[in-house]
């Protein structure tokens, strides 16, 4: 494991949100950087904790887990499409910290059961899939409204915000009117009544334009780890 690498990397990011951050108006300390470490490996993990990372991100709830059994006391973001039927073991982890990806009615409604089981109450995002993608998981913007006022009667789960994965494209540029998108609807549902904070919103390739679109969760992979 090249250390520098990692270090420089880490380096360059954390001056990148800043000076982003810095010129768009808005607080490096609003924009939390989860670091993406799907494919990689614990060790790595391990360096970017000790350089003061706090949020971890994995896509696959064995890969998680087998992970978490390897190192104590990681705070996990589940980032990728969840399966009801693995949502029991997610949520007995007590560090699984939130969830990126709730899309349907069925998974809320599992994902309550269980957080009521293990006694805990589970912060959440929407996932959102603005692009219209039809690869992607998540919903249409149009049916977030309802989507949100259904969610209310789930006790054990606390809606903190919305998720989306833009298309990649070499030109991030092209993918702002998305997390524009995001942001619009997010200040539609404030003026609902609806107020949670989090939007989860950025990649390496694309993580600049979100910070200055309101990005306050940007999820670094490979900018960060390779
Ligand atoms: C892999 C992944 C990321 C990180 O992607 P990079 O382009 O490597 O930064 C972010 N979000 C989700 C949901 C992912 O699956």
Redesign the pocket.
Known sequence: MAGDKLSKNLEEIRARIKHVAERSGRKQEEIELIA?S?NHPVAMIEFFRKKGINFF?E?RVQDLLEKDGQLAGVNWHF??HLQRNKVKQLLRLENCRMI??LDTLRLAREIDQRAEQYNKIIPVLIEVNVAGDLNKFGLAPNDVFDFVQLLQQFKNIELKGLMT?APYVADPEKVRPFFQRLSLLREQLWAKGYHFKELSMG???DYEVAIEEGSTMI??????FE
Do not use: E, P, Y
């Open positions: 993406v799907k991100g896509n980032i990728g990126h990806s994965i990649m390496t390739n999820r670094i992979g490979s900018g960060l």
